[in-house]
């Protein structure tokens, strides 16, 4: 690896991590903008469910990716006309958001965010292609340039709960109800600015992204940074990366089943379930915890710089404690409206200091695993990716079925009385 960058490569560094900014934006958004949004849709709450269940079926269009790599072993896929098509309509579909987020139908006698949850479901076709195509395109570069993905990953979180904090989204006050009775009442701050303006961001975003593509691809800007070697000579080079990993074919495996077991928590489970771990504690712990979050993931691309590889018993420690702060948490939420220690100080603080570790200790050994699977195969991003969508895809299946089917949890309204 060459320490001294010149200003192209830092240039298309940042490149890199804005295209890959579109990759989950809008979805992210939709989840950071649900406390503002539930309070004119009818399926308040649950919409968090619906929408995750409804995202992770757009995992239909990395199946169909992964028929053709495997039909046409023979010919190279190439992710370019993919990304233009992942982010055109990404754009497309944000724009539409702006003025057709709130429209609701009534199906099946039931009032139902139609618009939403089909745009989302648009959305997320063309996010879980990218989480693919995006992995199988930073191969295209040297493996310094990796970490651009996970950079504009976590900033997939953490921008929009930004917007979120500017909009005053979701802030909330406890009234004394005016019939005289001892009953409060929630009262919800109005936003400084809409929803719809609030897409109109996430539309800007995306446009952003689409003409960093656009420069990475048409200039020369990114000439340096492109990983272009004979096949002879990347098998030579994957030969070596293999030997200095110690990276055997079973050991591969079981990796990729950690990734998969890992994005099931971090990208099916956790943000279903938020409303149950946390508004127990308070809608200010719900309010940090879903602002906070994103950040833990920017801090684990911090780790990712400072410690790129770690040897595999530290993956599995890692697994393991993330595990413990999960269960942790679904304790919480199926204890939810009257968890341990709720209406308390430590209560709150134990709380939000497990749903922060969480996303850490499970978020740093996936960033671990993709840069030891970068070096297994020439393939390894592309099945990294659709790893993280299948494990996406299962997560978000059980906690629908926890949440709607068997309604396990119950939600805790705000500001209402509880005898715990």
């Known amino acids: 690896m060459d320490h001294q960058w010149n200003l192209n490569q830092y240039i298309t560094y940042i490149l890199l991590t804005l295209v890959f900014l579109s990759s989950w934006t809008d979805i992210n958004g939709m989840y950071a903008e649900l406390p503002q949004v539930i309070l004119t849709q009818p399926e308040s709450w649950k919409l968090g469910a619906n929408l995750a269940l409804i995202t992770n079926f757009g995992n239909i269009s990395p199946l169909i990716l992964v028929l053709i790599k495997c039909l046409c072993r023979k010919h190279t896929l190439n992710p370019v006309p993919i990304n233009y098509i992942v982010i055109l309509i990404g754009m497309l579909s ?200 994103p950040w833990m993931l920017t801090f684990v691309w911090i780790l990712g710089i400072i410690k790129p590889i770690l040897p595999k018993c530290f993956i599995l420690i890692l697994i393991i404690l993330g595990s413990f702060t999960f269960a942790l948490i679904m304790y919480v939420s199926f204890k939810s409206p009257c968890p341990p220690w709720v209406d308390t100080t430590k209560g709150s603080a134990l709380i939000l200091f497990i749903w922060l570790s969480n996303y850490i200790l499970l978020g740093y050994p996936r960033l671990i695993i993709a840069n030891y699977i970068r070096t297994y195969s020439p393939n390894g991003m592309f099945w990294f990716g659709v790893q993280v969508q299948f494990g996406g895809l299962v997560g978000s299946i059980i906690s629908y079925l926890f949440i709607e089917t068997f309604s396990l949890f119950r939600e805790r309204i705000p500001c209402e009385q509880y005898n715990c």
């Not at 800007?204 to 990114?222: D, H, K, P, Y």
């Open 94 to 293: 944000c724009f539409l958001l702006i003025f057709l987020w709130s429209y609701t139908t009534v199906i099946a006698n039931v009032r139902r965010s139609t618009a939403l949850l089909t745009l989302a479901l648009f959305l997320s076709l063309l996010d879980c292609t990218s989480s693919v195509s995006f992995a199988d395109y930073i191969h295209r570069f040297r493996k310094e340039f990796t970490s651009a993905f996970f950079l504009g990953e976590s900033l997939t979180f953490t921008i929009p709960s930004l917007l979120a904090i500017a909009q005053g989204n979701g802030r909330i006050r406890c009234v004394q109800a005016i019939n005289g009775t001892n009953i409060t009442e929630a009262i919800y701050e109005p936003p400084r600015f809409s929803v719809s303006i609030y897409f109109l961001c996430l539309f800007i975003l995306l446009t952003i992204s689409f003409i960093s593509f656009v420069l990475l691809q048409w200039t020369s800007i990114a000439r340096n940074a492109n990983q272009i070697v004979p096949e002879e000579s990347l098998e030579i080079m994957n030969t070596i990366d293999k030997k200095e990993k110690s990276l055997t074919t079973p050991c591969y495996i079981l990796l990729s089943l950690g990734c998969a077991y890992i994005s099931s928590i971090v990208f099916g489970m956790i943000l279903s379930i938020s409303a149950y771990a946390l508004i127990p504690y308070g809608h200010n712990i719900f309010y940090l915890g879903t602002i906070l979050s």
